[in-house]
């Protein structure tokens, strides 16, 4: 079993930053590749970022690439998202996510979510 908890969300003006962090617990010695969703009221919940097991590689959704970037600690069993250049349309609910041996943009191949952070961006 893997436990992760969000933090970092929160209230900021477009043009703005945030930066998301997910600490991992449990059976973190798998070192799951790890990744970033969002779910905005109304809509399905969408992928935005994920990282290897010990972050060579990376990838991004089209609509945070270049604004958005992933990262991880191993040490700390923590991956982080930075969040550039923000836009209302980034309003959502971020979850975390871990579980796929390989980096994986698609839901079903995470095992375990984190229980979200709202993170909202007023025009």
């Known amino acids: 079993q893997v436990q992760l908890v969000e933090s970092g969300g929160g209230l900021v003006q477009a043009g703005g930053s945030l930066r998301l962090s997910c600490a991992a617990s449990?059976?973190?010695?798998?070192?799951?590749?790890m990744g970033w969703f969002r779910q905005a009221p109304g809509k399905e919940r969408e992928f935005i970022a994920t990282?290897?097991?010990?972050?060579?590689?990376?990838f991004y959704a089209d609509s945070v690439k270049g604004r958005f970037t992933i990262s991880r600690d191993n040490a700390k069993n923590t991956v982080y998202l930075q969040m550039n250049s923000l836009k209302p349309e980034d309003t959502a609910v971020y979850y975390c996510?871990?579980?796929?041996?390989?980096?994986?943009?698609?839901?079903?191949?995470?095992?375990?979510w984190g229980q979200g952070t709202q993170v909202t961006v007023s025009s």
């Open positions: 996510a871990a579980g796929p041996r390989y980096t994986s943009t698609t839901y079903g191949d995470y095992e375990y």
């Open positions: 449990g059976r973190t010695f798998s070192r799951p590749a």
């Open positions: 990282i290897s097991r010990i972050g060579g590689t990376t």
